[in-house]
């Protein structure tokens, strides 16, 4: 199985037309159905379907498993080039850094805005999702950095804090009732019967269900949300609150959103980890020792 070959295979997939792939690879369609008819050979399993009317090409299931992994492969060797070709007198490539969502991360934003002035050819790679996954990647050696909120699994990563705490609140819209109080108590949301929205990690941190008062039945939950930004549209349609980390959509007096601290607070360390036993790229060193400098 060839590097090649799965570029190909992305390609495709992500233009679902053989014709239009071929043209962006720059070679000819009847050599890279050959390309994709030997590389299912190879595999056994068929990676697309195919179309005859509208032409397109359509990953099957085992199609879309095997593109997970081609996708982390190209990546990776990639990444791997990188590293190799950089040179002491000029760093360039790309630094990966998987991330929950926080405003923390303006602090790694900072360092990186300040590396890139002396070295404007590297580039940062930003994968956005909850902690499980990004550990995974950073595992399998597809980011150089994760950001965790509250993580608790932080023993086998290297890892600093950064300055910033998270403040845990209830993102409301500025008409809601709610949005008039200084602070929320759970017997505000109680009162109200006030529909809500957790995300997924939330529910499985102590913190937040000991201030629930260790359970979250009583309350009116109508869903749960990975990334805040489509509960956030929720929000401005007035189908919900959602209980989130401070600082991650716009919530000023110009906003449709009114962001609302708990009380008792509820604050979560965000930190910066990276593998053990593991050398840093020249990039990822050098942002590291900038953020360093920052914290």
Not at 178 to 191: F, G, H, P, T, V
Request: glycine share 4%.
């Amino acid at each position: 199985m060839e590097l090649r070959v799965l570029k190909y295979f992305l390609t495709i997939a992500d233009e679902q037309n053989i014709s239009r792939a071929a043209d962006l690879i720059h070679i000819t369609q009847p050599t890279l159905s050959r390309q994709i008819m030997d590389l299912e050979l190879e595999l056994g399993v068929q990676l697309f379907e195919r179309n005859k009317q509208n032409r397109k090409f359509l990953l099957t299931e085992e199609g879309t498993r095997f593109y997970n992994y081609a996708q982390d492969i190209v990546q990776l060797s990639e990444k791997t080039v990188e590293e190799f070709k950089n040179k002491d007198s000029e760093i360039f490539g790309k630094i990966y850094i998987g991330a929950g969502e926080t405003s923390a991360i303006s602090t790694v934003a900072q360092a990186f805005s300040s590396i890139k002035q002396k070295h404007p050819r590297l580039e940062i790679n930003l994968f956005s999702s909850d902690a499980s996954v990004i550990s995974e990647r950073m595992d399998k050696g597809l980011c150089d950095f994760g950001i965790f909120i509250g993580f608790k699994n932080i023993e086998k990563y290297e890892h600093i804090i950064l300055p910033q705490k998270n403040v845990w609140g209830l993102l409301t819209h500025k008409e809601n009732p709610l949005a008039k109080y200084n602070s929320i108590k759970k017997e505000n949301l109680l009162e109200h019967y006030e529909p809500l929205m957790i995300s997924q990690q939330a529910l499985t941190k102590k913190e937040l269900l000991d201030w629930f008062g260790g359970s979250v039945e009583k309350y009116n939950i109508i869903g749960t949300y990975n990334l805040l930004y489509n509960a956030s549209v929720f929000i401005k349609e007035k189908v919900c609150s959602a209980l989130t980390l401070d600082g991650i959509v716009h919530s000023s007096e110009n906003s449709d959103l009114r962001f609302v601290p708990l009380e008792p607070p509820i604050y979560s360390e965000v930190v910066l980890a990276w593998k053990k036993g593991v050398k840093l790229s020249k990039q990822a060193k050098l942002l590291l020792e900038e953020i360093f400098k920052l914290s």
